[in-house]
C-alpha cells in the first residue's frame, strides 16, 4: 500500500500533505490526554513492531502478497490519535531510510496509511462493543472485524485519491475493483495478526490496552427484589506480567520478526504493486530521491549475503522506529505532566 513517487501528481499531493499534516496536529494535542506513564513506553514499542510485521509479506492469490497496514492494531492498543502518530512514524522512517513509500507522496501515504485506516477501524471497533457483550473476548472479535475493515477501506480511499490526481489515463473502475478485490483478502491477513496481537496483550496486561479500558461489567445482586450494582473491589487484580517484561518480550519479539523471519516472507509484489503494474497505474512512477540510501529495500549496502543484509535492515529499521517513537511520545507524556500539574503561585 506505500504509494511511491510519480502514481500521484503534485497538486493532488500538496493537498493531501496539508490534510495529513491537520491531522498529525490534532492527533498530538489527543495523544496527550491518551498517553499516561504507562502506556507512553508501549506506543513506542507498537510503532517498531507494526515496522517488524510490515517486512513479512504474506502471500494472498495470483502470485499477490499483503502486509500489516496496522492502524487499527496501534488504535486499539495505545488510541487513535496515538495510532495515528505511531503509523506515521513507522511510514516516515520507511520512506526515508528505505525507499519504500515515495517522498513527495508522504502525504498520500500517511492519509491512506496512518489516518483512514485509523478513523475507520476505530470507529468499527468502538460500534461493535457498544452492542457485544461487554467481555475482553469481544475485544479481541471487535479488533479482527475492525482490521478486516480497514484494508479494503485504505484501497478505497487511494482509489478516490488517484481518481482525483492520477498521473495514469486508467479506468478508475478497473483499479478501484482491482483494489478492493485484492485487499479485501489482505485484510484476512491484517485482521488475524491484529487479533491475535490485541488478544495476546489482553491476556496478560488488559489495563495497558485502550479499547479493553472500562469493559468490565459490574457485578450486580439482587436485594430486596431489585438489583443493584455490587461493590467495587477494594483492590486491583494483580498483573500477570510485568510492563518491563511486555516491553522487552515485544521488543524481543519485533527484533526476531524483523532480523530473521522477514527473510522468509513472500518476494511476491504486493497489492498495490501488482495492481499498478497489471493496470498501467505504474507508467510514470519516479525513482525514490533517497533510492541511493545504504538501507534500501531492506538491505545493507555492501554485504553480499542477502540473509545477513536484510536481517541487519530488519534490526536497525526497529532500533530507530522504537527510538524515534519513544522520543515523539516520551516528549508528549512530559508535555503532560507539564500541563496538569500545578502552577507556581509564589510570591
Known sequence: MHVPDGFIDAPTSAVTGVVAAGALAVSL?????????RTAPLAGLVAAFIFAVQMLNFPVAAGTSGHLLGGALAAILVGPCTAVLCVSVVLLM?????????????????????????????????????????????????????????????????????????????????VATAMIGVHVLIGIGEAVI??????????????LVHGARGLQQRLRLRVNGELVDAPAPTAPVAARTSRRTLWVTGLVT?????????????????????????KGIDKKA????????????????DIADARL???????????????????????????????????????
Open 29 to 37: 494535542r489527543g495523544a496527550r490526554r491518551e498517553l499516561d506513564e
Open 94 to 174: 520507511q520512506g526515508v531510510l528505505f525507499a519504500d513509500g515515495g517522498l513527495t507522496a508522504l502525504g498520500v501515504n500517511i492519509t491512506d496509511m496512518a489516518i483512514v485506516t485509523t478513523v475507520v477501524s476505530y470507529a468499527v471497533f468502538r460500534g461493535l462493543l457498544a452492542v457485544l457483550p461487554r467481555k475482553r473476548r469481544t475485544v479481541t472479535v471487535a479488533s479482527f472485524v475492525a482490521a478486516l475493515v480497514s484494508v479494503p477501506a485504505a484501497a478505497v480511499a487511494f482509489t478516490l485519491i488517484y481518481a482525483v490526481g492520477g498521473t495514469t489515463d486508467v479506468s478508475i473502475g478497473k
Open 194 to 207: 491484529t487479533a491475535l496481537t490485541v488478544g495476546a496483550v489482553i491476556a496478560v496486561r488488559p489495563d
Open 254 to 278: 519485533s527484533l526476531v520478526l524483523a532480523g530473521f523471519v522477514s527473510f522468509y516472507a513472500s518476494a511476491n509484489p504486493d497489492g498495490l504493486e501488482k495492481v499498478a503494474h497489471d
Open 286 to 301: 519516479e525513482k525514490h530521491a533517497t533510492a541511493d540510501s545504504p538501507l534500501a529495500d531492506y538491505g545493507v549496502r
Open 309 to 347: 543484509s536484510g536481517g541487519l535492515a530488519g534490526v536497525i529499521g526497529v532500533g530507530v522506529t522504537i527510538v524515534a517513537g519513544s522520543a515523539v511520545f516520551w516528549a508528549l507524556r512530559r508535555r503532560r505532566n507539564d500541563d496538569v500539574s500545578p502552577v507556581s503561585t509564589g510570591i
